[in-house]
């Protein structure tokens, strides 16, 4: 198989994989925008980033240097907040800090080579303290539960896959 084909096709994956988890955060802020949100967290904002979910996940993938399954497994531990705390309601005013959040506990998780938070803040666009505080929180909003498992892993890619080709 020629080299150069391989790294089109790696190319295409990451950025279906970065524009599907975009696109599917988006139609779920659309919907929750329209809800008063219960609980205000320390994820919650006062205004609505000026930054598209999609330019931010770029910039991320840009800087942070993580493998491609830290965006999938933050995608996850999304759901799983969603599912352990229905009173949390991640809308346009969160989504930027719950997404980056999860990204960077999934690379601390997952990958082997990471950052300091110092550098990680700069990346997202917040101080180290605020970095600290909201990685301190999702720890117990997902209560410290950061494994996926294989199995969970591949549905989930499956899903954005296909999700990508719609």
């Known amino acids: 198989m020629d080299v150069e084909y391989v790294e089109v096709k790696q190319e295409f994956l990451e950025d279906s994989i970065i524009y599907s988890i975009s696109r599917v955060l988006d139609e779920i802020v659309r919907e929750t925008d329209i809800i008063e949100s219960p609980q205000q967290t320390v994820f919650h904002t006062n205004k609505k980033p ?39 309601v991640i809308n346009s005013f969160c989504v ?11 690379i601390k998780y997952n990958d082997d080579d990471y950052y300091k938070n110092d550098y990680y803040a700069k990346v997202g666009g917040i101080t180290i303290t605020e970095l600290n505080k909201l990685e301190q929180e999702l720890l117990t909003l997902l209560d410290y539960e950061l494994y996926v498992s294989q199995k969970q892993y591949y549905y989930y890619k499956d899903k954005l896959m296909k999700y990508a080709k719609l």
């Open 50 to 88: 000026s930054i598209s979910l999609a330019k931010y996940l770029e910039r991320i993938q840009m800087y942070s240097y993580c493998s491609n399954e830290c965006f999938i497994l933050a995608l996850i531990y999304i759901d799983r907040i969603q599912k352990k705390n229905q009173d949390v």
């Open 96 to 106: 930027h800090r719950f997404l980056f959040s999860c990204i960077i506990l999934s």
